[in-house]
C-alpha cells in the first residue's frame, strides 16, 4: 500500500448501451476520491453500469473517461479499476493469500516487497492469522475482506462494489461499510457501489445516482435525496408513499 | 410382504433376469475350470500373460492420448465460444459414441488403412504405405472415439466456472499460463480422474476394434483372445482363463473407478455460453483455431471417408443379395427385440424401486433394485458369451442359441441406460400423482393408460431407440455364436471385410451406420424435447 494515490475523476458521457431489449443511456461523474452509491430497482442497469466501467461490456456508443482518459475501448486489466461482486471473489481452491497476492501478479511471481503488501493487506482488513485458509472456511464477511484485501494491493484510483455486501446480515454489512469508509480516508480512492440499501448511502456520507430503465433519474447528496424533500420516484422505490 | 404386489414382483423377476445371465455365465466359467483344473491352470501361461499386458498397455495408451490432447482442445473451444460452426463441432464430437465400432473403424481404415487417403498421399509423394494394423490402428480408432467424449466432458467442466472468474482473471491481466493454471486445470481436475476412468474401462473392453484393427497375436486383447479360442482354436482351457482374466480385470478396474466417480455432462449445452472478457494475442487465437481444425479434421474425416466409400458400393447388386436383405431383417428383429425386454425389464426395476421405497421396509432390496442394472457393466459381454457358450455346447450346439443369447446380452448390457432414462419420470410422476390417484381411486391399469403413459410415453420411446441402436451395432455375442443361420448386419460385414470384399462391406457398414445414428438421432431428439417439458 505504498504511494497514496489520490482517486480519479469517473465520467460516463452520452454512454449507450443495449442489452436485449433494454436501451442504457448514462451521463455522469463522479469526483475524484468521492463515494456514489448507486440504487434503483432490478433490472434498471446498476450492474451493467458497474460493468462499462470495468471494461466488461463495451458500450455501442459515448466515451468513458477516468481520470480523464478515455477508457472506453481498452482491456479490463488495464483500466485503473478493481471491482468486488456479490459471490466468487475469490478462486475456492485457493488460500487467502494467494487470492490476495493474485492482485500483485496474476502469474503469482511475487518480489519480497509484494509479499510485504499483500500481509499488510490482510492485516489491514483484520484477517490476520487465517492466510492459509480456503476460501470455505471462511465466513461470508471474511470472504468479501480478502476480496478487498485484493483491492487493496491492486492500489487502483477507482473500486467498484457490485451489490458486494448483500449476502451479508445488517451488522457485518455494516462493519464492512466502516470498513470501506477507513480505507476510502486513508487511500482516498473514488468508489462506486451498487446497493439494495438506501441506508448504505448515508452510512457513507455518499453522493447518491438513482437509475431507473437505464438512466439516472435522480442525483444528489445521499441525505438531501433521501429526506422528505426527496424526488418522488425515490420515495416510491423507498416505499416511504405509496 | 412386498412380493404380494404386482410391481415388486416384476422388479424381483428383473434382477432375476440379470442374476441368471450373469451368474449361469460365471458358473459356467468356474464349472469348467473346477472341472479341468489342469488345463485351465496350464492355460495361465505367457501368452495369456502377453495378452493380459497389451490389453492394459493399449488402454493406458488410449487414455492418455485421449485426454492428453482433449485437455488443449477443450480450453480453445472454451476459449472461443462465438465462432462459426462451433455448435456444429460439438455436435460432430456427440457423434462417433453414437456409431457402431464396426462402422467407424470402416472409416478410420478409409483414411489411414492401406488403400486410405493418407495413403493415396503418401504414395503420390513418393513415400511408402502406412500399416496401422496393430497398436497404431487400435490407438487411432481409441482416440476417435474417446478424444470427443472426453472434450465434451472437459468443457462441462470449464462450463461450469463461475461466470465472475472470468471477470476476474480479465481484471487481473492474467495470461494463458496462468489462465490454465489458476482457473481451467482446477475445474477440469475435478472431473478428470472420472473421464480417464471410464476411457481406460472402455479401452479395456473394447471388442470390435480390437479384432479388425489389431496385428495377429501381438497386438491382441483379452476379449479377442477370448473369441479367437472359442472360435478357431476351440481351446476351453483358455478360453476360461482368459474369461476370468478379463473378469479380474474388470473388476479391478471397476471398483478403482468407484473411488473416482462417475463425470458427468452437467452443465455442458450447445446454447448457453459462457462469456470471456481476456484479450487474446493473435498467435494465441491462430494456435486455439488450428487446435480445433485438426481436432475436427481428426474427427470428421473418417466419418466423412466412412460416407464417401459407402456410397461408391454397388447398392444394386448389395441389394439383389438375399444374406443382405436376411441380415437387415435379422439385425432389425434381434434389436427390436432386445429393446423391447431391455425397455420392459428396466420399465420394472424402476417401477418396482420406487414402490419399494415408498414403503420404506425393505432397504436392502431396495438397494438391490437401485443398483442391479449397472451391476451387469461389470462383466463384459463377451464374458456372459463365452460362458453360456462353453455351458451350453453340453447339451446342444451352441449357434442354436445365437437370437436368444443375442437378445438377452444386448438388453441387459441396454438397462442402465434404459433405467437412467426413466427413472427420472417415473419417480416425478409418482411423487406429484400418489396421494391425487389414491384419493380419486385412480388405480391398476386405469391409471397406467390415464397417468402414466402419457408422460411415459417418450422417455420409454428414447429408451428404446437407444437400446436398439445400441444392439444393432453389436458385434462381441454374435460373433461368437453367430452362424450361417444367424446373420445380423455387423456380423456380415465382418465377413465381407475379412473376405477382402471391401466395396460391399462399405455399403454394408453405411446401412449400419445409417440405421443405427437414426435410432441415436431419434432417441436424442425426443429426450430434448423431454427436457424442454
Given at each position: 500500500m505504498s504511494g497514496r494515490r489520490k482517486g480519479a475523476e469517473v465520467a460516463l458521457k452520452d454512454v449507450r448501451f443495449n442489452y436485449g431489449e433494454m436501451r442504457m443511456h448514462f451521463d455522469l461523474t463522479v469526483p475524484p476520491a468521492r463515494i456514489a452509491a448507486i440504487i434503483g430497482p432490478s433490472g434498471s442497469g446498476k450492474s451493467t453500469l458497474l460493468n462499462l466501467i470495468a471494461g466488461f461490456e463495451t458500450p455501442q456508443s459515448g466515451e468513458i473517461l477516468i481520470n480523464g482518459v478515455d477508457?472506453?475501448?481498452?482491456?479490463p486489466e488495464e483500466r485503473p479499476v478493481s471491482m468486488v461482486f456479490q459471490d466468487n471473489n475469490l478462486f475456492a481452491h485457493l488460500d487467502v493469500e494467494t487470492n490476495v497476492a493474485l492482485g500483485r501478479s496474476p502469474k503469482l511471481k511475487l518480489t519480497d516487497a509484494d509479499r510485504a503488501a499483500v500481509n499488510s493487506a490482510i492485516a489491514r482488513v483484520g484477517l490476520t492469522g487465517k492466510e492459509k485458509r480456503k476460501p470455505e472456511a471462511l465466513s461470508g464477511g471474511e470472504r468479501q475482506r480478502v476480496a478487498i484485501a485484493r483491492a487493496l494491493v491492486r492500489n487502483r484510483p477507482v473500486l467498484l462494489l457490485d451489490e458486494a455486501f448483500a449476502s451479508l446480515g445488517p451488522a457485518l454489512r455494516n462493519q464492512m461499510l466502516d470498513l470501506v469508509k477507513a480505507l476510502h480516508q486513508e487511500m482516498s480512492m473514488t468508489i462506486l457501489m451498487v446497493t439494495h440499501h438506501p441506508e448504505d448511502a448515508l452510512h457513507l456520507d455518499a453522493m447518491l445516482f438513482f437509475l431507473e430503465n437505464g438512466a439516472v433519474t435522480a442525483r444528489g447528496p445521499a441525505r438531501k435525496l433521501l429526506s422528505d424533500t426527496g424526488p418522488a420516484a425515490l420515495k416510491r422505490y423507498m416505499g416511504t408513499v405509496t | 410382504m412386498p412380493l404380494a404386489h404386482p410391481k415388486p414382483l416384476a422388479g424381483a423377476l428383473a434382477l432375476a433376469f440379470l442374476a441368471l445371465l450373469a451368474g449361469g455365465a460365471l458358473f459356467s466359467l468356474a464349472f469348467e475350470a473346477s472341472r479341468e483344473t489342469g488345463d485351465t491352470l496350464a492355460a495361465f501361461n505367457p501368452y495369456l500373460w502377453r495378452v493380459a499386458r497389451f490389453t492394459l498397455w493399449q488402454a493406458l495408451l488410449s487414455t492418455a492420448l485421449s485426454v492428453g490432447l482433449a485437455i488443449p482442445v477443450a480450453r480453445a473451444l472454451h476459449a472461443h465460444q462465438?465462432?462459426?460452426g462451433r455448435a456444429f463441432v460439438l455436435r460432430l464430437f456427440a457423434l462417433p459414441l453414437a456409431l457402431p465400432a464396426l462402422v467407424a473403424v470402416f472409416g478410420i481404415t478409409s483414411i489411414y488403412g492401406r488403400a486410405g487417403l493418407i495413403a493415396h498421399i503418401s504414395q503420390y509423394f513418393g513415400y511408402g504405405l502406412p500399416d496401422i494394423y496393430g497398436l497404431t490402428g487400435i490407438l487411432l480408432a481409441h482416440v476417435f472415439f474417446n478424444l470427443p467424449l472426453a472434450v465434451r466432458l472437459l468443457l462441462a467442466g470449464l462450463d461450469s466456472i463461475p461466470a465472475d472468474y472470468w471477470k476476474l482473471s480479465a481484471q487481473l491481466g492474467m495470461g494463458n499460463g496462468a489462465r490454465f493454471r489458476l482457473i481451467e486445470w482446477p475445474a477440469m481436475a475435478r472431473n478428470l480422474p472420472g473421464i480417464m476412468g471410464l476411457i481406460f474401462m472402455l479401452c479395456v473392453t473394447s471388442f470390435t476394434i480390437v479384432l479388425t484393427l489389431g496385428g495377429g497375436p501381438r497386438a491382441t486383447t483379452l476379449e479377442v483372445a477370448v473369441y479367437q479360442s472359442l472360435h478357431f482354436d476351440f481351446d476351453i482351457g483358455q478360453a476360461v482363463a482368459l474369461t476370468l482374466t478379463q473378469l479380474a480385470l474388470t473388476l479391478a478396474i471397476l471398483s478403482a473407478f468407484r473411488l473416482t466417480g462417475r463425470p458427468t455432462e452437467e452443465g455442458f449445452s450447445l446454447a448457453v455460453t459462457t462469456r470471456r472478457y481476456e484479450k487474446l494475442r493473435v498467435g494465441e487465437k491462430l494456435a486455439d483455431l488450428t487446435l480445433i481444425l485438426l481436432a475436427f479434421l481428426f474427427v470428421a474425416l473418417p466419418i466423412a471417408g466412412m460416407v464417401v466409400s459407402g456410397l461408391s458400393a454397388d447398392f444394386a447388386r448389395l441389394f439383389s443379395d438375399r444374406s443382405v436383405w436376411r441380415a437387415i431383417a435379422t439385425s432389425l428383429a434381434l434389436g427390436g427385440a432386445a429393446a423391447l425386454l431391455s425397455v420392459i425389464l428396466s420399465l420394472a426395476l424402476v417401477a418396482a424401486r420406487q414402490a419399494v421405497a415408498a414403503a420404506k421396509k425393505h432397504p436392502l432390496f431396495e438397494r438391490a433394485l437401485d443398483t442391479g442394472a449397472s451391476l451387469i457393466l461389470v462383466v463384459p459381454p463377451i464374458v456372459i458369451g463365452a460362458g453360456w457358450f462353453i455351458w451350453l455346447r453340453h447339451f446342444a450346439d451352441p449357434f442354436v442359441f445365437a437370437a436368444p443369447m443375442v437378445i438377452t446380452v444386448n438388453a441387459a448390457m441396454a438397462m442402465p441406460f434404459a433405467v437412467r432414462l426413466l427413472r427420472p419420470v417415473w419417480d416425478t410422476t409418482s411423487a406429484r400423482h400418489d396421494r391425487l390417484c389414491a384419493q380419486l381411486g385412480i388405480s391398476g391399469w386405469t391409471r397406467l393408460a390415464l397417468i402414466r403413459w402419457p408422460v411415459l410415453r417418450r422417455p420409454l420411446g428414447v429408451a428404446f431407440a437407444f437400446a436398439m441402436a445400441l444392439s444393432l451395432g453389436d458385434l462381441g455375442t454374435i460373433a461368437l455364436f453367430g452362424s450361417e443361420d444367424v446373420q445380423t448386419l455387423p456380423y456380415l460385414l465382418l465377413q465381407r471385410m475379412s473376405s477382402y470384399r471391401t466395396l460391399d462391406a462399405a455399403g454394408l457398414a453405411l446401412i449400419l451406420g445409417v440405421l443405427s445414428l437414426g435410432l441415436m438421432i431419434l432417441a436424442d431428439r425426443g429426450s430434448r424435447k423431454e427436457s424442454m417439458q
Open positions: 477508457v472506453t475501448r481498452i482491456a | 462465438h465462432f462459426m
